[in-house]
Structure formats: C-alpha cells, structure tokens
C-alpha cells in the first residue's frame, strides 16, 4: 500500500510540475518574434549589463539578443522617449488598451526590462516625445512640447526626475527637433539635432553653437568621446562622426538603401565596443555594423522580421 501510495504521489508532483512548466512557458514576458511586423519605432539602445539591443515601438518592446528577435508578451505599451542606460530604461508614452494606467504615462523608469515600471515624475500629465538620458550619469533632458506644470521648452534632472531645471536654449535656431542626447557621463553636455543642423552644449543647455551647417540632422548619439550623427546635406546624406577632443571629422559608409527619401532616423552604438552600430531608416530597415560602420549588415527589411 505504501509503495502504491508513493507512485501516486509521484505522479501528482510530476503532473504539477509540468503544469506549472507550461504556465511559466507561456507566462514568459519575452516571446521569439516570428513573422513580427515592426513599424512606429520611437527609439533604440543598448541596455544593461548585457548590452543587449532594444527597440521602443506603438506596441511594445522588442529584444535583439544572440542573432534573434524577441517581442514582449504584455506591458505592450506605446513607448515614447526611450532612451537606455547601464542598469534601466527611461520613457514615456501612452499605457496599452486596457490597461488601468493613466493616459500619459510621465516619465518612467524600468529596471527589468518593463516587466515592471516606477513612475516618476508627470504621471497622467506630460508625454515627452524628446528625451535623453545619460548612460551612467542617468543625467534627465526632456522637451516639453505643451504648456502644463512645465513651461514649452528644455528641463534636466540630475536626480531621475525628482527636481527639475529649465534650460534656455540661446543659440538654437530650429523649428523641429529630430532628438535630444546626453553625454554617457557628464551631465552638462547635451545635443539637440533639428532641421537647421546639430547643436551642442556644454552647460545643460544654456548655450548652444552650431556644429554643422544649417542642414538637417535626423538624429544624435552622444558617446564619450566623440558624437555620431546623420545629417541630410547639399542633397547627400552622410552618416559622421565627431571627435569632441580634437574637433575633427569623419564619415563613415552608409548602409545600402540609405537615402534622402530613406534616411536613418534612430542610431545606437553598444557602449561596451562602439564599433558596433545600430542604424534604423525612416523605412523600418534595421541596420547593424560591427566594424565601425566599414560593413553592414540587414537585420530587418521594411520592418519584416522573419523567425524560427
């Protein structure tokens, strides 16, 4: 009896065991992302101690990790303002349907991943479509484009959003904004790229100059030492670099496919080897190069993204 006793409740560990396995299974927060659609994409980066790629979209998070897409299996929310640090993601943006968060979302911070989020500042005010953060200073910049508690312009915070600062802007003279980027570490420097070309500050934008010529630039990185930066100029594009020490210039091949009528609107470098370059186009093509842009190589085509 015993014995007969013990194999059933064998059985019934076994039984809850594979019962608990499948609901983990398809309780996972990231799916491999086969046949996926990827449009609205509002920004790109590398995250965390892995340095793994992420793309903020209208419907979610993916994750590009070990050759492979992976999309979120809930908190699907519209990202907006999304920029990745060394331990979490800064955002902003608008809840998923359904969901019994306020509309917008503030500012936000995610330290895994999104599965969980803490609010921080303009919860159901503000939707901060500009936004940087510093990579290890997660040093704040926003662009309030509506006047509310903050008046129309530039603010910082050096503490994740608790206090905030306005800053004056002189020297900008543009009338859209592609994004906003921060140095990885020194809270001061900042850089706006617009349609009249790059602007850069050294004391959290009090004061900006003009880097290029006044032609426009679709986005920024701010990386330690240098900037890269895509700029549509005397009807070329080109993809450069700038060498914040000795201010000099370099450009850097540009992936097939790359044109006025498709230029590169969101750019990351992996801060643990910038050599590697992520690129994505106003077309939804996704771009790496892991040889400082020498080579590309197509990740995703007009958004389509084949799996497994």
């Not at 050759?67 to 990202?79: I, L, M, P, V």
């Not at 943006?93 to 500012?107: I, T």
């Not at 420097?189 to 070309?197: D, L, M, P, R």
């Not at 842009?293 to 497994?308: F, I, P, Q, R």
Request: with cysteine; hydrophobic share 35%.
């Amino acid at each position: 009896m015993k014995k007969i006793k013990l194999i059933i409740l064998v059985s019934l560990i076994s039984i809850l065991v594979i019962g608990c396995t499948s609901k983990d299974q398809n309780d996972e927060y990231f799916v491999a992302a086969k046949e996926e659609k990827i449009n609205h994409i509002h920004g790109i980066g590398y995250l965390g101690d892995k340095k793994e790629l992420f793309l903020a979209t209208h419907h979610g998070l993916l994750r590009f990790s070990e050759g492979k897409w992976f999309r979120t299996n809930r908190n699907n929310h519209d990202y907006m303002g999304f920029q990745t640090t060394d331990e979490q993601f800064f955002s902003s943006g608008h809840p998923e349907l359904g969901s019994d968060l306020k509309n917008p979302l503030g500012l936000i911070k995610s330290k895994d991943q999104g599965n969980s989020m803490e609010k921080l500042a303009f919860y159901g005010e503000i939707d901060f479509h500009y936004l940087a953060a510093g990579y290890k200073s997660h040093t704040l910049y926003v662009f309030n484009e509506q006047e509310n508690s903050l008046e129309i312009g530039l603010h910082y915070s050096v503490d994740e959003g608790e206090t905030w600062k306005t800053s004056s802007m002189q020297g900008v003279s543009a009338n859209s904004i592609g994004n906003l980027a921060t140095h990885p570490t020194i809270s001061e420097n900042v850089a706006i790229s617009t349609n009249k070309g790059l602007f850069i500050s050294s004391d959290f934008g009090n004061e900006f100059k003009l880097l290029t010529s006044s032609n426009p630039v679709t986005t920024v990185e701010f990386q330690e030492d240098s900037l890269i930066y895509f700029i549509l100029e005397y009807n070329e594009t080109k993809l450069l670099t700038y060498n914040l020490k000795n201010e000099t210039t370099d450009e850097l091949s540009l992936p097939e496919g790359i044109s006025s009528k498709n230029p590169i609107m969101f750019i990351a470098t992996n801060p643990e080897n910038r050599t590697e370059i992520t690129a994505v186009s106003l077309n939804n093509d996704i771009f790496q190069s892991n040889d400082n842009g020498a080579s590309w190589k197509l990740l995703v085509e007009e958004g389509n993204v084949t799996g497994e």
